[in-house]
């Protein structure tokens, strides 16, 4: 199945807006239904193809080419809210001119090998969830996109080491499969789950939802390879080792700007025989977040750990299927879970228990914690209810150490709140900390407002923009787990530094010398 071409996951599950919460923009925050409908996909104009009878020849030779304007259309651009808008309005003038559908590393190799020859730049294209315009890089020339969907499978499994060894085309409900047959899982929920692949997971540091359990996603990788326009890279052998660097490292986050990454080995676990969500309720935001702090720096630590903010408390937000329900609680709504045997998973609860009463915390029961297990992928899909109903919603995203937490947020949200009001759209901006470590958190805003009559997304990026500034300028990274992209490389530059700038390009130049991999994305 294919995701819906100009909004999130399956066009089946899209849903209308609830009355209330229609309601609730209406007269909170101004907003009108939007202007017109969407383009359907058959009236999208899409330049032809500028690649050449003898590059189209050189390119079939080694590998499946389509040239064909849907396929070419369902390859553009991600899915952040600006992605969205503009496909929604038709606007398809950086399609990319074929997409390449290799269907193993030698294949992929090869396409490299061509495209480096003539100049074509190449997009890696898994899941196509990209949130940071990963998929639309800075070329006005010819550009492919190098689609992995045909290296979907998992090639081994070493029951003894607890490793898989994965590729990357492999979207994460197949690989959940394939693994669950085997007694084991990865552990690996991010909001994306269910069109993300394994190789995007890779390329971009993703965390999942499970991440105080299972920890992010590089964490869980132990090998990988990857083809570049020079040849392989194998890295990882060993599950630690002092042989120099770790070139996994090069990898791991970098976008598609370094090398195409066409499998890796993953460290698995068992498949939990348990799993148990439940709801705590904090007085305040900060309350909260010296609960999680507790935890995560003295245990016990959930598997699953979360915790909502006054505002997206109030609103909901944190249960989007039933959002209309669930808004107007007070408080600070905080998420634990518990996966492992029934004895393991008992005691962690118990353990858990004593710890968040001693920290204030009022116990919930189980059904907000099921509630949001059962909707945790929902959110979505209600951005594009809001956005047919002539609403803005995005998100954003960043972490800092723990000492720091109160001022980030401050500063993102007074950023946030102060630009788009005084541009005449007054914003709901909401907050939760999803993934916490000993020496800090990562903090997830999501940003509702009118569109703006105007330029909606002129009228976002100089909120956006103002967020990013804010973010750095408070001892922030520029993302936890979203990644850099387009959308992210000027603030990237800043924190990376001149000379880390420079290493950067020493690297790009030392694997992809044409510059053919995803130019203007990451690499400043």
Known sequence: MNMLWNGWGDPERATPLPQAVAGLLRE???????????????DVAVAPSRLTDGLLAALTAVTQVRTDDETRVRRTRGKSTPDLMRMRDGEAADAPDAVLLPASHDEVLA?????????????????????????????TGCRVALDLRRLNGMTSLDPVSRTAVLQAGLRAPEAERLLAAEGFTLGHFPQSFEWATIGGFAATRGSGQASAGYGR???????LTAAT????????????????????????????????????????RPLPRERRYEGWRFASFAEGTRAMRSLAQDGPLPTVLRL??????????????????????????LLAGYE????RTED?????????????????????????????????????????????????????????????????????????????????VMCHISHVYETGASLYFTVVCAQGKDDPLAHWDTAKRAANDAILAAGGTISHHHGVGTDHRPWYEREAGDLGTQTLRAVKAALDPQGILNPGVLVP
């Open 308 to 333: 909502s903010d006054e505002t997206e408390t109030m609103v909901g937000l944190a249960r989007p299927q039933s959002i209309a329900e669930s808004a107007g609680a007070a408080g600070c709504l």
């Open 111 to 139: 396409a490299l090998r061509v495209c480096a020859e003539h100049g074509v730049a190449v997009v890696p294209f898994g899941g196509g969830t990209s949130v940071v315009g990963g998929l639309t890089p800075r070329t």
């Open 28 to 42: 909170l925050l101004g907003v009108e239904p939007a202007a017109h409908p969407p383009v359907a996909l058959a």
């Open 229 to 268: 326009p020079r040849g392989t890279l194998d890295t990882g052998r060993a599950p630690r080792s002092a042989a120099g660097p770790d070139l996994r490292q090069l990898l791991l986050g970098s976008e598609g700007a370094f090398g195409v990454i066409t499998s890796v080995t993953v460290r698995v």
């Open 340 to 343: 492992g045997d029934a004895a």
């Open 348 to 428: 962690l609860r118990a353990r858990t228990h004593e710890a968040l009463r001693g920290l204030g915390g009022e116990p919930l029961g189980d059904e907000p914690g099921e509630q949001w297990a059962q909707g945790r992928f929902d959110a979505p899909y209600l951005r594009d209810s809001l956005l047919g109903a002539g609403a803005f919603a995005e998100t954003l995203e960043t972490a800092t150490f723990w000492s720091n937490i109160p001022a980030l947020y401050t500063a993102v949200r007074d950023a946030l709140t102060a630009t788009l009001t005084a541009a005449g759209t007054p914003p709901l």
């Open 217 to 223: 996603f590089d964490d869980m990788v132990v090998a």
